[in-house]
């Protein structure tokens, strides 16, 4: 299936911006869409857009400034730029952050996902990847977790925006034919990772002697997805995309916080002061994925496990931040 345009929705951001450098390398054409929305400095972002202007096929890249919750901003793009793919990556991002603000995060993620599926069906763009999230689980009991399990443990608005998107994204398919594959993406980190994110937060915060907030007794336990990891398994999704499935993107692996707190010691070469918080509402003891279906099927493979991605991290961090 030949998807030379692409439309990458929140480009501009921590994985837009990966994936944007990798499709360009493929040789695609991409047009990143963001409206560098201030959630965190926008400036940020302006800097992820001059790496991928730096970068191999960066005659073949367009970055359009837009919001994806403006119908008639969409169409006109869609009508004056047709389409072969769309990976939908804007979103309102964070559960805590969901919990202050429920109704912005329906608007984005819920009503601006909507939008897009829209304005495809009418410019006949049938294909859609969709970057959803391991929040969807929820305080899942059963473990790892895999793509046919029932989510009726969600304890965040966040999470329900993007098991929404999912069903939203299944209604296109069936409706319309649209194929449609959605991502949940498990704990991604890497460079330019968004500086809220506890791997980017942690390490700063050591960095400058300063006190690291842990939430609960450091025994919550993630699934860490390195970012060059998750972008071949997104560029998997494309190569395969027909039909209407869903894919777990982790690492398969779980790293208990306190056991992520040492390694970035050990990366900086710095004692980390820890204050200990109640756990945070929202907040689920563990994430980990069930990749068996995307090695599969999409030829996932992470390579890099928790020990190297956090050296990589780290060096970069000391570089550019």
């Not at 859609?128 to 399990?149: A, C, L, M, W």
Request: proline share 5%.
């Amino acid at each position: 299936m030949s998807m030379k345009r692409v439309l990458v929705t929140g480009g501009a951001g921590f994985i837009g911006s990966h994936l944007c450098q990798r499709l360009l390398r493929e040789g695609y054409e991409v047009v990143c869409l963001d409206n560098f929305d201030p959630f965190y400095d926008p400036g940020i972002k302006r800097k992820n857009v001059e790496e991928i202007e730096a970068s191999e096929g960066n005659e073949r890249f367009l970055l359009v400034e837009g919001d994806i919750r403006d119908k008639s901003f969409l169409q006109d793009l869609f009508h004056r730029s047709p389409f072969n793919l769309v990976i939908h990556l804007a979103a309102r991002a964070g559960v805590r952050p969901s919990i202050q603000h429920p109704l912005l995060y329906e608007e984005v993620n819920i009503k601006g996902t909507l939008n897009l599926l829209e304005v495809c069906r009418r410019f006949g763009v049938f294909n859609f990847i969709f970057g959803s999230s391991s929040s969807v689980y929820g305080r899942n009991r059963k473990v790892p977790f895999s793509e046919g399990d029932r989510l009726e443990a969600m304890i965040s608005p966040y999470a329900v925006t993007k098991r929404a998107g999912e069903l939203l994204c299944h209604a296109y398919h069936y409706l319309y034919g649209l194929n449609v594959f959605c991502l949940r993406f498990f704990t991604v980190y890497g460079p330019r990772q968004r500086p809220e994110m506890a791997i980017h937060k942690f390490t700063r915060l050591i960095q400058q002697g300063k006190v690291i907030p842990v939430y609960g007794d450091g025994s919550s336990r993630r699934d860490y997805t390195y970012i060059d990891d998750i972008v071949e398994g997104v560029i998997g999704a494309v190569r395969n995309l027909r039909g209407y499935d869903i894919f777990n993107l982790g690492e398969s692996r779980t790293v208990p916080l306190r056991d992520l707190i040492s390694l970035l010691e050990g990366a900086l070469d710095k004692k980390a002061k820890i204050e200990e918080l109640p756990e945070q509402p929202g907040d689920v003891p563990i994430t980990y994925a069930d990749i068996s279906k995307a090695r599969r099927l999409l030829g996932y493979d992470p390579q890099i496990g928790i020990e190297e991605g956090i050296e990589r991290f780290v060096r970069w961090f000391k570089e550019r931040c």
